[in-house]
């Protein structure tokens, strides 16, 4: 799964090119940047789930995911970019290499 969100930046790359006017250095610092991010709040998903409890952290992820997810449907200018910078987040927090363990902790 972590794998997809590196290719979700990679086929998206063009459009951003394009639409944005990103020059190639500008792309470059924009995978650099977004795996930086993604890595860092991994770890920090990671940690909060270990003293938090991964269960709890899980389901406050996917929550806020929802939410994130909704506002950034509603097609709201102020709303739009916003929520799916915290959709990101959360995303990262949810998703770790140990997708198994929450089947069992979940049941």
Avoid at 26 to 40: D, K, P, R
Avoid at 85 to 102: I, K, T
Wanted: proline share 3%; with cysteine; charged share 20%.
């Amino acid at each position: 799964m972590i794998v997809l969100d590196a290719t979700i930046v990679n086929v998206a790359l063009p459009t951003i090119h394009h639409d944005l006017h990103f020059s190639v250095n500008n792309l470059e610092w924009l995978i650099t940047a977004y795996s930086l991010t993604f890595g860092g709040l991994l770890l920090f998903g990671g940690r909060t789930g270990d003293l938090f409890g991964k269960r709890r952290m899980f389901m406050i992820g996917i929550a806020i995911f929802a939410v994130s997810s909704l506002l950034g449907a509603s097609r709201q200018p102020i709303y739009g970019s916003s929520s799916r910078g915290r959709a990101g987040r959360r995303r990262s927090d949810c998703r770790a290499d140990r997708p198994l363990a929450y089947r069992d902790e979940l049941s």
